[in-house]
């Protein structure tokens, strides 16, 4: 079964393609979809949120760019509407635990595994989270994540900076807990 057969089955409400769909492309949008939640069960909330859309909106996708890139679109705009867009303002506090962390040598990123990693995005909190997912793994400018979270570019940017400086906490923080 071809994607063009899965799409077309399904812009015409067959189960079996609507089936086919779900079982091929779950994985690959669970994926998308834990990185933008706290925690799996969230994801999974997520996924299902998104299914929902894709088949309510499978009628309007026009096989001009990628299927793949416009059902990880769904998943994306699902998990970030799942989130209060107040997360911003409440991350403002605590900065100075953050802005006082060890230097982390640039090795310490090859010893992570791909769960160990996500783990440790998932545990940011969320507008950290999601700026750090659209920047570095969707590759969106923060002229874009500002208009897709309705927040500055400025704040984008800050809240990237802040993303990492978490990051590189914690994984100091693994790394004495390892020794």
């Known amino acids: 079964m071809t994607e063009s057969d899965i799409i077309k089955g399904c812009q015409n ?3 079996k393609f609507q089936k086919e769909l779900v079982v091929r492309y779950s994985p690959m949008l669970m994926t998308v979809s834990r990185r933008y939640s706290r925690d799996n069960e969230s994801a999974k909330d997520v996924l299902q949120d998104s299914f929902i859309k894709i088949f309510r909106h499978i009628h309007k996708y026009k096989p ?10 769904i998943v994306i705009n699902t998990a970030l509407q799942s989130l209060d867009k107040s997360c911003f303002k409440k991350e ?3 900065l100075g635990e953050l802005q006082e962390h060890p230097s982390t040598s640039p090795d ?3 010893h992570l595994g791909a769960e160990e990693l996500l783990t440790l995005i998932q545990g940011m909190p969320d507008g950290f989270r999601q700026v750090f997912n659209l920047n570095i793994l969707e590759g969106y400018s923060h002229r874009e994540i500002g208009e897709i979270l309705n927040i500055t570019e400025s704040t984008s940017r800050s809240q990237l900076v802040r993303a990492r400086n978490y990051l590189k906490k914690m994984l100091a923080k693994r790394d004495r807990i390892r020794v």
């Not at 001009?64 to 679109?73: C, E, K, L, Q, V």
């Open 13 to 15: 409400g067959i189960a």
């Open 64 to 73: 001009i760019g990628s299927f793949t890139a416009w059902m990880r679109r």
């Open 92 to 94: 403002l506090s605590g």
């Open 108 to 110: 310490i990123y090859s």
